[in-house]
């Protein structure tokens, strides 16, 4: 049998299941990675599944999210996630250190392994030939309990590039290009495996831009293959012994098969405020920058940096632009300190932020009101940023760097000849900012801050469910529409009560209180309903106001898993006309739910219209048990795995 890469991997590590798409299958996992804004409810849901050991070969728990550490809760989750780690015998990447998935991609990422994090841009290993899946922090506290993870084997798109990129095109461009084609919602239920001549003009750090921002597309993954190009790379982190060549098979059958010609592509713009919004950079006229920022899990690696310090070298930016660059990783800002590099950023005038992710995630930075922000980043839905009313383009750290210097959206081409930033022959390297675990984990004390507070525990399914319709919105609704993060809210992460009073609220900010009103009820939503972050507090946050289930048009992978791992019914329209008639504070009611969750069709009655409708439950038998025994945790804690 002829495979494709991820199949390789994937048939390695099957533990159950046919590598048929549309399967139920489930994978042993060799690696997981948390970061603290996700983690903490990782680890006390590791501790609630009582288990003394992890399973997997190596975790590796970051702090990157919350590090500006205005009151003492950021510093508290720190101090849980490193105590917690050491006892369990996981490594601790310390504040400093750098944004999780560069990090992961410099000191840990190995081809032909499987990686499961409990962050959406996990992928971004898959630059290194790692089969590399976001998922919710549940899926992630199982994994490591027991060393596997179960999922819908999705179908396999071959992204066949020839030819080479222009100068002044880059990686970046490439995955707009595709973003631009195939839309947020065009890569759900699938994996996007890079092939073809052009892959090889592409290094480890551009091949990981691209696989970190098929998150945007909605794809469970994107891989690359391990060939010389990434042997290189780890021979520069000093970690061949890590490499393993993995190559699709000749004859291998995918399930779609896409071009792009890199030759074709020029600097591409997605406009706010969704990172599909793609346009030509030759196609935006005048369009005055406030502000630019340089770094994030997607663009922040070594050669990205000195690329922009080569363009900004002898500059100035312009008088009203205040630009920002925070490097991904320790090793990346130490080495441009060392050669000097930092420098030329500096005397630019650019503002040096700690190896975070920082204004990524709203940490700081945000633009004045009405501006124009300028991100190297992944996402720019509308409010990230920290000011609603700011409008934030995503591009290149080339677009980024030229504008910064012009003060308008500028083309780089025009900056004239090229300039080349080949990666180093040997990276810096020096791990003392990563703990590892301990030979004695019985004499570690965890320590809770008061901030730490009980997640919500899912009752089983009753028998019927019945509520009010709280509130109703549209298509690709975001999980920071569902549970915004920004600085003020981020700190909380550890308390889902406190979080409860900001639960959907940039859509309506009603709805917490009609929550508690009504004692929960319903959402209604409509396409790609959750995509986003993999942040589980999207679930957590609507159980514990009493949310039983959400009705939408389409759901986001990661949102989707984690509501049924948190016990919400997730139900799509069979047909959507049924989505026009339903409104806020019509009375639903679902009789017989375990027959109905079983069948997988769900007939729902509108009580206040005298309607019925037809709802879809599109999960798999796995997560119909979970659905019944109340979420993942129960059935794991009931059942000892997820197989019986
Ligand atoms: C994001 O980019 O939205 C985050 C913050 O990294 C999230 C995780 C989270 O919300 O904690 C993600 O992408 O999964
Ligand atoms: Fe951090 Fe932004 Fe990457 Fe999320 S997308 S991991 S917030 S840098």
Known sequence: MQFTVAQKIISEHLVSGKIISGEEIIISIDQTLTQDATGTMVYLQLEALGVNKIKTKKSVAYIDHNTLQTGPENADDHLYIQTVAK????????PGNGICHQVHLERFAVPGETLLGSDSHTPTAGGMGMLAIGAGGVDVAVAMAQGEYHFTMPKIVKVNLTGRLNPWVSAKDII?????????????????????????????????????????LGATSSIFPGDEITFEFLKAQKREKDYLEIQADEGAIYDEEIEVDLSQLEPLVACPHSPDKVVSISSIKNIKVDQVIIGSCTN????????????????TIAEHISLAIAPGSKQVLAMLAQNGTLASLIMSGARILECACGPCIGMGQSPPTDSVSLRTFNRNFKGRSGTLSA??????????AASAITGYLADPRKLGVPIAAEGPKVFLRNDNLIVPPTENPSEVEVIKGPNIKPFPMVKSLSPEVQGKVLTKVGDNITTDHIMPSDAKL??????IPYLSNYCLTP?????????????????????NYGQGSSREHAALVPLYLGIKAVLAKSFARIHQANLVNNGI??????????????????????????????????????????????????????QKKIIVQGGLLNLVKTKGNIKK
């Open 87 to 94: 006892k369990y015998g996981i490594y601790f990447s310390r």
């Open 176 to 216: 707009l290009e595709l973003l631009k084609r195939l839309t947020v919602k065009g890569g759900v239920g699938k994996i996007f495996e890079y092939a073809g001549e052009g892959v090889k003009s592409l290094s480890v750090p551009q091949r990981a831009t691209i696989t970190n921002m098929g998150a945007e």
């Open 300 to 315: 922040s690696s070594y050669s990205d940096l000195v690329k922009v310090a080569r363009i900004l070298e002898d500059k």
């Open 391 to 400: 409008k934030v383009y995503l591009v290149s750290p080339e677009v980024a």
């Open 490 to 495: 981020l700190p909380y992460r550890s308390n």
């Open 507 to 527: 859509c309506d900010k009603d709805f917490p209180k009609k929550a508690r009103e009504y004692r929960g009820g319903f959402i209604i939503g409509g396409t």
């Open 569 to 622: 019914i997730p139900l799509i329209f069979k047909n959507p006309e049924d989505y026009d008639n339903v409104k806020e504070m019509d009375e639903l009611l679902i009789k017989n739910t375990f027959f109905q969750v079983k069948r997988g069709i769900v007939k729902i009655k509108n009580l206040t219209k005298g309607k019925e409708y037809k709802m879809l439950l599109n999960i798999t038998a796995s």
